[in-house]
């Protein structure tokens, strides 16, 4: 736990070349402080390494032209000559070619999106077909995908019948936990379409890259897909914490879709769920201490429920 009283923490120790070689050197928060968030700490800064390492096999010649001009061949032939800097031994003919196969796979589909950034096509519009499906594939009621927060009958007939009729007589709930504040405003309790992995970085538009999800969510999810994405974000006018707490929450839940507490069989199927900290009612939420529980089981901080 040293670490945390060093200087290095400073804020003045940031563009410190030294300081940041001695924070280099731990290379892994004990235990204790990771707590239950383990896979959200150590899976997503995989998840970020993964892109980063991609990315390197990347030929700046490949993003000057069109995508078009660059087969995933001549990409093979790049990676083939770079592969073996990722090892830190020889590799065989064989091995040589089937992770350059793999890895110029990848790469390809990042050129891809790289090109594409600047002319997306247009996404898809959705059916009647389609949004009925989606209603039909998650458990009894339609509920929100990363949330579990329940779609009312309103709400659901909004969608189906897309009559332009407006959110303006949606009822909003009275309540609204601070951890998860849905329903401040009508768009946070509708239901959106939304890509489960983001449109804008790669994600399929398809239906199997689609939920339904609150409105709300779909606003604090946005295009981040790990934990570090937009980390110790700033507090916003309208929210009660910085929106990255939400995100994780939303990570977390979405990850982990059921009540935390030992013997209780809700899942995000069957409930609304929501987080609390793992060290105490009133603490603040991080990845680290971050549990999911169900409705009942949210802890009941006199003032976490506030009046709308
Ligand atoms: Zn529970």
Partial sequence: MSFLFLDHLEPDSLWN??????LA??????ETLIGSGEYLLYGDITREWGHWIIEQFINQKYLTGTASQFGIAEIYADVMDKIEKLYDHKLSYDDIKLN????SKLVYSQVQL??????MQARRSISLEMKENLLNTFGPKPRCWLTGYEFSEEVIENFISSSGKGTTDLVLPRYIDQY????R???DITIEVDHLYPYSLGGKDELDNYR???GWSNAVKSNYITAYSGSSGHLNQ???YPRSYYYWALRSIGLKRKCEVKGCTNTIENSQLTVCSSWGEDMLITPASMKVVCKEHSITRHDRYIKR
């Fill in 17 to 22: 070349l030294e300081s940041q070689k001695m």
């Fill in 25 to 30: 050197s731990f290379r892994s928060p004990p």
């Fill in 100 to 103: 350059s196969r793999k890895i």
């Fill in 114 to 119: 790289f090109n594409q950034a600047s002319n």
């Fill in 180 to 183: 998860l504040p849905i329903g």
């Fill in 185 to 187: 405003k009508a768009r």
């Fill in 212 to 214: 339904l999800v609150c």
């Fill in 238 to 240: 309208n929210e009660y």
